[in-house]
């Protein structure tokens, strides 16, 4: 763990997650607009069909990073960890098919480290090799992801929260802001979305939606 527990969890509450393909406009204008509507954490997941690499990946990745910067976003990186390290990111992002997190704990130094998990044992595992949060999910059905893990509610999340792990914990897949509110009353810290911002109309409008929706139940539920 290289970040304050507290900090993170404050940073998780929306988690704007996009790359270029999920953008209908010009991704620096969505960036910018769910900017304003008041997401807290910015991952870059520049992955599947018609996807940038290399050099024109690179090149958003510092531009969308450059945006961030100006509003003290943090921003991660998904997968890419030589990008992340080059680029100097705030963190990266790591599922169960990525890089051990030990091994990323390494390469990164006291950046901030995610890892998706999907039971109890990869719970543990991830803490015990120095994750500062745990994304958990799919919550909800779908269709951003194609080869995402079966649908799992909030079975996961509540069995953790009951073994009284405390790691900061986002929950990821199919959330928008009229369904978060059991994800938060089940004990998580935020909300990670790609679509419900990055297919809106209005992004600023969508993540500000968000913004409120979380802070509303958060008030509610502690
Ligand atoms: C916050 C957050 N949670 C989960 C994921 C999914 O990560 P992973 O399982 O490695 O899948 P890909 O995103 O790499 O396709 C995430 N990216 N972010
Ligand atoms: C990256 C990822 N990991 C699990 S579900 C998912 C996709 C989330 O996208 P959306 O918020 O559009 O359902
Ligand atoms: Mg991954």
Redesign the pocket.
């Known amino acids: 763990m290289a970040v304050n527990p507290q900090a993170m969890r404050s940073l998780l509450k929306v988690?704007f997650?996009m790359g270029s393909t999920n953008c209908c406009q010009n991704p620096e204008n969505v960036l910018q607009a769910a900017i304003k509507g008041g997401i807290t954490l910015f991952?870059f997941?520049e992955?599947g069909a018609g996807c940038l690499y290399g050099k024109e990946k690179e090149s958003l990745a510092k531009k969308l990073q450059a945006i961030c910067k100006q509003s003290n976003i943090p921003f991660i990186v998904?997968?890419d960890i030589e990008l992340a390290v080059k680029i100097n990111a705030d963190g990266v992002?790591?599922?169960?098919?990525?890089e051990a997190a030990d091994v990323v704990r390494r390469k990164i130094g006291s950046k901030i480290l995610?890892v998706?998990v999907h039971s109890m044992q990869e719970a543990e595992t991830a803490i015990r090799q120095g994750a500062d949060y745990i994304?958990i999910?799919p919550i909800y059905p779908t269709s951003t992801?194609a080869?995402a893990k079966a649908v799992q509610g909030l079975t996961f999340l509540t069995e953790l929260r009951s073994a009284d792990i405390q790691i900061p914990v986002?929950g990821?897949g199919g959330i928008t802001s009229e369904n978060a509110s059991p994800l938060i009353e089940a004990g998580a810290d935020g909300v990670?979305v790609i679509s419900a911002i990055s297919q809106a109309d209005s992004p600023e409008k969508a993540a500000a939606k968000l913004y409120d929706a979380v802070n509303r139940i958060m008030r509610n539920a502690h």
């Open positions: 988690y997650i991952q997941r992955k998904n997968d992002h790591i599922g169960q098919d990525d995610g998706s994304g999910g992801k080869d986002v990821i990670s």
